[in-house]
């Protein structure tokens, strides 16, 4: 008896860690991460949400997730270019956001934006030279990575 309940306890438990394992959008490794990232880039800018709007509290929650709970995770298996490619990436989800303003109105005072800005820093890039970038809240970003992946190949 002791030995069936046993059983079913970590049957239970096993379930329980494989289905919380599904629902994060962290992946198990940076592969899954990035293409969950990308999905979820990708239906963001899809949606075309107002500034500001109420409909973005569910997506800030799960942009929170992959920026302070994913990457931390899979930061060190990722590329430069990878890693180049997912804070380009979040800058231009927090311009489409909040507008271009967000990183002087929000900085010090919002820690994604500090994070952003610090991370474009390690990469040598500066703001405003990433906005020029995103033309159009992300419709440079397709065409500048490409031609940065072709340049690494």
């Not at 198990?28 to 709007?53: G, H, P, R, W």
């Not at 927090?94 to 271009?100: D, F, M, Q, T």
């Not at 990469?123 to 033309?135: A, E, P, Q, R, S």
Request: with cysteine; proline share 2%; charged share 25%.
């Amino acid at each position: 008896m002791k030995y069936r309940l046993f059983l079913c306890s970590l049957f239970i438990m096993s379930l329980g860690l494989f289905l919380s394992s599904c629902s994060s959008p962290c992946g198990s490794n940076k592969d899954e991460l990035i293409s969950n990232y990308n999905a979820f880039i990708k239906k963001t800018q899809e949606a075309k949400l107002s500034v500001n709007a109420a409909e973005w509290n569910e997506p800030d929650k799960k942009f929170r997730q992959f920026v302070k709970e994913c990457y931390p995770k899979h930061e060190a298996k990722m590329s430069v270019v990878e890693k180049g490619e997912f804070w380009y990436n979040a800058a231009g989800y927090v311009y489409a956001r909040y507008g271009k303003s967000a990183f002087t109105d929000l900085a010090g005072s919002n820690e994604i934006v500090d994070l952003i800005k610090s991370k474009m820093g390690e990469m040598g890039k500066d703001l405003d030279d990433v906005f020029n970038d995103i033309k159009s809240a992300w419709g440079g970003l397709e065409k500048m990575f490409n031609g940065l992946k072709e340049l690494i190949n």
